[in-house]
């Protein structure tokens, strides 16, 4: 009797050690994607609204394709939140590929105000910072968090 609990016991521990190492491999670690602003280009907005659709290139450099059931973004401009924007858009990135993602985002008037405010005391646009962060939602462990920071570098002529 007491050979034969040993030999489970045994066995669940086999069993444990095996199921923890296939465990590991939903584990490991990915490099993060590559996230490129491509274009923005302004919606129609409501009220005190601004909405524009923000065009980015993600890369994936993983071996494993990205599959994704939703975005979320915030972008930040001289350390302060402009705007924020989700989609429920689906999408496949595969492995060491590249997709085209546009989101649309709404700038608030109370935000734009306080850009405004902090572009009177730069004088500029241009080589202000930026930081844009987001994920595409992939489920229980298939997020994939992103971030994407510079300066700004707006074409000749482009004002707000």
């Not at 030999?7 to 491999?25: D, E, H, I, N, S």
């Not at 065009?55 to 994704?68: F, G, H, L, S, T």
Request: proline content about 6%.
């Amino acid at each position: 009797m007491a050979a034969r609990l040993h030999r489970y016991a045994r066995l669940f521990l086999v069993l444990l050690l095996a199921f923890g190492l296939g465990g590991c491999a939903l584990f490991q670690a990915r490099d993060p994607v590559n996230i490129s602003v491509i274009g923005i280009e302004p919606l129609p907005g409501q009220e005190l609204e601004l909405r524009m659709a923000v065009k980015m290139r993600v890369q994936n450099p993983n071996e494993a394709p990205i599959d994704y059931n939703g975005i979320a973004l915030n972008l930040e401009v001289n350390g302060q939140p402009l705007a924020a924007g989700v989609s429920d858009q689906q999408g496949h990135i595969g492995r060491y590929g590249e997709a085209v993602v546009v989101v649309p985002v709404s700038i608030t008037a109370f935000s734009f105000l306080r850009q405004a405010y902090g572009l009177g005391q730069a004088g500029s646009l241009q080589g202000l910072p930026y930081v844009l962060r987001g994920k595409l939602a992939g489920g229980l462990l298939g997020t994939v968090r992103f971030t994407d920071e510079g300066k700004l570098d707006l074409p000749k002529g482009v004002y707000w």
